[in-house]
């Protein structure tokens, strides 16, 4: 699923280990949600809603990703 | 930082499976040893050479514990993957062995090496995993 987390990072000067911290999830899980590779739970993008003070129709676009 | 819900079910996770790999060490040299020095038999016997397997089963109990305790919702689907790969090849392997042994003369499988086989193909399942969603 498409986001917007990358540059809501950004924007906040957040690596992604950071995010990971505040989250309370593994690196990894973060960059799979970045890139998306993989869809979060709806505890998670609440979570992840919550965190950067946004809707969560906001950060995510439910436009199908390419991956190849 | 280092403590988070993800890593203590990791560490968790790491001691319990270290705590039932000494005990399939010790039970497996003291049912080998019992085996040559004492020749047991009957209940004993019995006893004596299913406790190395007793570890080997509680490591999936030990793994189940994880998949429960691990809050990460992306570490539980490597790991759930992982191990449905594991399980798809490992009893196909088995099924295939099977059947051949059933018609052509094959060599005698043993059986426990099913263990480490699963375990070996969740590692390397693991690993190619990671990379695809790196």
Redesign the interface.
């Known amino acids: 699923m498409k986001n917007r987390i990358k540059v809501l990072r950004a924007e906040r000067n957040w690596s992604q280990a950071d995010l990971?911290?505040k989250l309370?999830?593994?690196r990894?899980?973060v960059?799979?949600?970045e890139t998306g590779?993989?869809d979060?739970?709806l505890p998670?993008a609440f979570r992840l809603a919550r965190l950067f003070e946004l809707k969560i129709e906001d950060i995510f676009n439910d436009v199908p990703v390419d991956h190849d | 930082m280092n403590c988070s819900p993800t890593n203590l079910a990791k560490k968790r996770y790491t001691l319990r499976l270290s705590l039932a790999m000494v005990a399939y060490i010790i039970f497996l040299f003291g049912a080998v040893y019992a085996f040559k020095l004492s020749h047991p038999t009957g209940v004993l016997a019995y006893t004596l050479a299913i406790l190395p397997a007793l570890p080997c089963i509680g490591i999936f109990i030990i793994a189940g514990k994880y998949l429960a305790e691990e809050s990460d919702e992306f570490q539980r689907m490597l790991f759930t993957q992982s191990m449905l790969w594991a399980t798809g090849l490992t009893l196909s392997f088995a099924t295939l062995w099977g059947f051949l042994d059933n018609f052509i003369p094959l060599p005698h499988f043993q059986m426990y090496l099913f263990f480490p086989i699963y375990w070996a193909i969740t590692g390397f399942a693991s690993a190619i995993l990671r990379m695809r969603y790196r």
């Open positions: 990971a911290d309370e999830v593994s990894q899980s960059n799979a949600v590779k993989f979060p739970s998670l």
